[in-house]
C-alpha cells in the first residue's frame, strides 16, 4: 500500500492555478483513452499481413478513436475559460467573492478575487507548456534524423515551424516529419490566444444572455462547416473545431453558476443521457463518415450532455473520479506527445514478433494484443516521461527553484 500511495503522489498533478476537479481529468482519461486506441488499430491495419481490418468488429470501434481529440478540445475549452468567467461573473455580482473558478489544467491565470493577468496567462503557457512540448520535438527531430535516415536539411524545416506553432498554416498538413499529433497543439494554441477576449460573454449579468450568446456560437460554427471546404487543409484550423471549444465554455458557465453542488437530484437521468450520448456519440460518426450534416450538428451537443453526466450523474461521476483514471487523465499532455512513438516502437515488435509466435489469428485477436502491450508500454514510459518532463514544471516558479540549484541567483514567476 505504502508503494502504491508513492507512486500515486508522484503521478499527481501539482495544481498551482486553482481547485483540483478530478471528474474533469477523468474525462482527460476517456480522450487520450480514444486516441490511442485509434492509433493502434491504424498502426496495425497498416502493417498485419494479410489486411483483415475490413470484417473486424473492434476495428470499427476503434477507427472513431480520432474523435478523443475534439474531447479535449471541450475539456480545453473548459479549462481556459473558468478563471476569466469566474472573475468576470463576480464584476458581475453573478458571484459572491469568495467564489474561485478552480483549475483543472495548466493554462489558467488563476482566478484570484480579480481579473486574471493577461502577463501570467500567456507566461503560463511558456513555463508550463513549452518544456515537455519541447523536449518531445527535440526527441522525435533527432530519432527521425538517426534512426529513420532522413537529412538534418529536410527535417529542420518542419521542426522549426512546429516549435512555433505554425506547420499546419506553413504546409496545410499534419507534421509527419517530426510528432504527427502536434497538430491539435497548434490548433489550442489558436484558442489559447483568443480565450480570454472570448470570455467577455461572461460579462453579462443575465444567465440567459451568456448561455444563450455560447450556443449560437457553438451553433453556428457548427453551421459554418457547410458553408467551408471540407478539404485536409481546413481540418487543420481553429474554425473547423471552434464549437467544441465552446462546449467547454458553456460547462465552465454551468459549473460556477448550477453544478458545482455535485450529482443532480435527478442523477439518474444524467447518468442515462450521459450513457446515450456516448454511444451516440460513435454511431453519428459511423453514420456519416463524410463529417457533414447530422456529425457537425449532433456531435458537439453529445459532448456536452457525455461531459454533463461526469457532473451531475451519480454513475458517470463515480466512474470519473476513480484515482487510477483521473491519475492516468492528468498524464494526457504527457501521453499524447509521446504515443505515437511508443505505439510504433511497440507495434514493431509485436508484429514482428509476438503475433507471428502466437500463430494465424483474427484482426480483433491481434488488435486486443497489440493494444495491451502498448497501453502497458505507455503507462511505464508515460509515467516515467511525466515525472521528469513534465512534473517539474508545472509549479509557476519552477525556474526559480532551478536557478537555485545550480547557485544562479533569480525569482521564480
Not at 474531447?71 to 453573478?94: E, H, N, T, W, Y
Not at 467564489?99 to 493577461?118: A, C, D, N
Not at 463524410?290 to 453529445?302: E, Q, R
Not at 484482426?363 to 515525472?387: M, Q
Request: proline fraction near 3%; glycine fraction near 14%.
Amino acid at each position: 500500500m505504502r508503494v502504491w500511495s508513492y507512486v500515486g503522489r508522484m503521478l499527481s498533478r501539482e495544481t498551482s492555478g486553482g481547485a483540483f476537479i478530478p471528474h474533469v481529468d477523468g474525462l482527460r482519461f476517456m480522450a487520450i483513452g480514444s486516441v490511442v486506441l485509434y492509433h493502434a488499430a491504424g498502426y496495425l491495419r497498416e502493417k498485419r499481413p494479410g489486411g483483415g481490418a475490413e470484417t473486424s468488429v473492434l476495428h470499427g470501434f476503434a477507427e472513431h478513436g480520432w474523435f478523443g481529440v475534439q474531447l479535449f478540445f471541450a475539456i480545453s475549452g473548459f479549462i481556459l475559460a473558468l478563471p476569466f468567467a469566474a472573475a468576470r461573473m463576480r464584476r458581475s455580482g453573478v458571484l459572491g467573492g469568495g467564489t474561485t473558478g478552480g483549475s483543472s489544467g495548466g493554462g489558467g491565470g488563476g482566478s484570484g478575487e480579480g481579473m486574471p493577468s493577461l502577463r501570467r496567462y500567456f507566461l503560463r503557457r511558456v513555463t508550463r507548456l513549452e518544456p515537455p512540448y519541447l523536449i518531445n520535438l527535440a526527441v522525435c527531430a533527432a530519432l527521425v534524423v538517426v534512426l529513420a535516415g532522413r537529412g538534418w536539411g529536410e527535417v529542420w524545416p518542419h521542426l522549426l515551424a512546429s516549435v512555433f506553432y505554425v506547420h499546419n498554416i506553413a504546409y496545410g498538413e499534419l507534421s509527419g516529419m517530426v510528432n504527427p499529433v502536434t497538430w491539435s497543439l497548434e490548433i489550442e494554441v489558436q484558442f489559447y490566444i483568443l480565450a480570454p477576449w472570448l470570455a467577455l460573454v461572461y460579462s453579462s449579468g443575465s444567465a440567459a444572455v451568456r448561455r444563450g450568446l455560447i450556443v449560437a456560437g457553438v451553433a453556428g460554427f457548427s453551421a459554418l462547416q457547410y458553408a467551408l471546404p471540407g478539404d485536409h487543409a481546413h481540418r487543420l484550423t481553429l474554425a473547423h473545431h471552434a464549437h467544441y471549444f465552446l462546449v467547454g465554455f458553456l460547462l465552465a458557465e454551468l459549473h460556477l453558476t448550477r453544478w458545482s453542488g455535485g450529482a443532480s437530484r435527478r442523477w439518474w437521468a444524467w447518468d442515462a443521457a450521459g450513457l446515450v450520448a456516448w454511444v451516440l456519440m460513435w454511431w453519428v460518426i459511423e453514420w456519416d463518415r463524410g463529417m457533414t450534416g447530422v456529425f457537425h450538428a449532433a456531435s458537439p451537443w453529445l459532448v456536452f450532455v457525455a461531459y454533463g453526466g461526469a457532473w451531475r450523474g451519480r454513475a458517470w461521476r463515480w466512474v470519473f473520479t476513480r484515482r487510477w483514471v483521473y491519475l492516468v487523465g492528468g498524464m494526457c499532455y504527457t501521453l499524447y506527445l509521446w504515443h505515437p512513438l511508443v505505439v510504433s516502437g511497440v507495434g514493431r515488435v509485436v508484429t514482428g514478433r509476438v503475433l507471428p509466435a502466437l500463430g494465424e489469428g483474427s484482426f480483433d485477436r491481434d488488435l486486443v494484443v497489440l493494444t495491451v502491450v502498448v497501453v502497458v508500454g505507455l503507462l511505464v514510459a508515460g509515467s516515467a516521461l511525466f515525472v521528469l518532463t513534465e512534473k517539474p514544471f508545472m509549479r509557476r516558479d519552477w525556474f526559480g527553484r532551478l536557478a537555485a540549484r545550480l547557485g544562479i541567483s533569480g525569482r521564480g514567476g
